[in-house]
């Protein structure tokens, strides 16, 4: 009889608490993401406090080795590399992981191109036929 009624009540006990548990979790969850939207939205805000220090960074280095350049030259490249946030994207145009990378690098340029980001793709074949510089074209 007393093994019946224990049962029951530890069952109880155990779900209460993890509901409790649950619940806690939960609202830690949302007063931290509430934290972070507040931060987020302040940051949109530029002053002499956050704004970016540029000379903390440094330059992108300078593009060497390189056999053939497509849609640019050496010289137009370079001065737009030390004028701009550079993102260097290095592929090869069979690579399943660097064709699903498009879409992201694609609207990233779009979205960044006008505020500094250049991005560059640095095409590094694997196999014979992606050295081939016409297939690349």
């Known amino acids: 009889m007393k093994s019946e009624i224990k049962t029951p009540l530890i069952l109880g006990i155990v779900i209460v608490s993890t509901v409790i548990g649950l619940s806690l979790f939960l609202s830690s969850l949302e007063s931290q993401v ?20 540029k000379s903390e960074f440094k330059k992108a280095p300078k593009l060497v080795g390189i056999s053939e350049y497509i849609n640019t030259l050496p010289d137009e490249l370079q001065e737009k590399i030390d004028q701009s946030v550079v993102l260097y994207d290095i592929w090869t145009y069979s690579c ?7 879409p992201f690098i694609t609207s990233w340029d779009e979205k960044y191109a006008d505020q ?3 991005i560059i793709g640095i095409h590094s074949p694997e196999f014979e036929f992606e050295k081939d510089i016409t297939n690349v074209k």
């Not at 399943?96 to 498009?102: A, D, F, S, Y």
């Open 96 to 102: 399943i992981n660097c064709i699903r990378t498009l």
């Open 34 to 53: 509430s934290e972070f939207k507040n931060e987020d939205n302040q940051t949109n805000i530029v002053t002499d406090e956050n704004k970016i220090n």
């Open 116 to 118: 500094g980001l250049l």
